[in-house]
């Protein structure tokens, strides 16, 4: 079992040294024994604040988290199970109001067992309290980081935890909407962790305890501190232009030619990676997400890696640019596939709804977005993706309505044709600018 710290242990563990101002608790009477008067209630939080030292499941403040100001809000399991009850909706409810009063990202620090039995439904609509006040956050365009602690179960991880913008986990966390005094007798309870939820696309990334403060103040200081744009790469393979349609297509297919990778690696002085596409998916063989700092300011990127894209990876870029769109991050994309997989799961799993997600996505971002065709431009699957009018490509990438090959299948043209047909195409980077889909080549600067 992982360890588990309290509430003022993980803010130690997370807050630079003397940074935590907690907030004052609301004002606010309580009913003996509670809404329900539910007979023993009072002894059972009497007990708990001698146990704990805290009066209420949460503690809430602001604090420095490796140079990054940010709203904390730590969960006390041990005070009746980190529950949520009314008292702990108001002090949820004040915190969020302070974060966007004050322009802070919202930190929660999860560790809960649910709603609090004894308040009955009463608990339970504190849930519907921290879904608003986390929706008018986001709307304000401030970012919000959840760290899932053991246990992490119910509504607790249905709102402020699945419901951030970006979710970290400790090794070995319960994460699950069923507590494990709930689910089906037969479950496999290796299903209801931190890494499974990572491997099923719903969290972001595992982190150790001695890397939560670094890696989450990267993560607070790259969604608050957006570029202006995102400039196109240089390019990194091939010098000249080809000189055939064919040409083009076996350049891109090759696999010395520099992948996504390269491509972000020299484009970010550091990046991290948002996963999943929170419905049980993710694609990190075919597309990568996550933003990035160059030049001391943030990018956003979605980069497909080569490979055909799957729905999730699609439905992943979705997300990401949505994020990027309302924090202010202007978005590189890189377009680097054969096509959308197209086999019979891509289609049970909606590939055709995960492409549309993109494409409405890039049409109503208010950002800039900046595109640059590394490889292969496979059909819609990579057009997706694509920026219309600030689109560009390298010397050794195509982009095409349809593969050469699949073009002379449908037409019914003999194999010996697909040379020429790629040539009709007009797919070379040269073509693409003069027919106007592009707005330039990038070139490799050279030596």
Known sequence: MPERRSAREMLALVADAASFTELPPPLGGF????????EGYDAARA???ERTGEDESVVCGTAGVDGTRAVLIAFEFGFLGGSLGERTGDRLEAAYRHARAHRLPVVPLVATGG???QEGMLALTQLQRVARESALTREAGLPQIAVLRDPTTGGGWATLGAGADVVLALPGAQVGFAGSRVRPPDADPAAYTAEAQVAAGSADAVVPPGELRRTLGLWLRLLTSPAREAPAPHALGAPALPETGWAAVLRARSAERPRARAYLDTYFTRRVAVHGDRCGGSDPEGM????????????AYA??????TRPAGYR??????RLADRLGIPVLTLVDTPGAANDAEAERQGA??????VF????????????????????????ALAAPGNTWATPDSYFSVIAPELAAAILKRAPEEVEATAGQLRIRPQDLVELGVIRGVMYHPGP
């Open 31 to 38: 009913r003996a024994d509670g809404p329900l008067s539910w």
């Open 47 to 49: 007990a708990a604040a």
């Open 115 to 117: 709603s609090r039995m």
């Open 288 to 299: 990568l997400c996550g933003f990035g700092e160059r030049d001391g300011r943030t990018v």
């Open 303 to 308: 980069a497909q890696t080569g490979a055909a």
């Open 316 to 321: 992943t870029a979705a997300r990401l640019i």
């Open 352 to 357: 055709g709804a995960a492409i549309a997600e």
């Open 360 to 383: 409405g996505a890039v049409a109503a971002a208010r950002v800039p977005i900046t595109t640059l065709v590394i490889g292969e431009g496979g059909s819609g699957g990579a057009l």
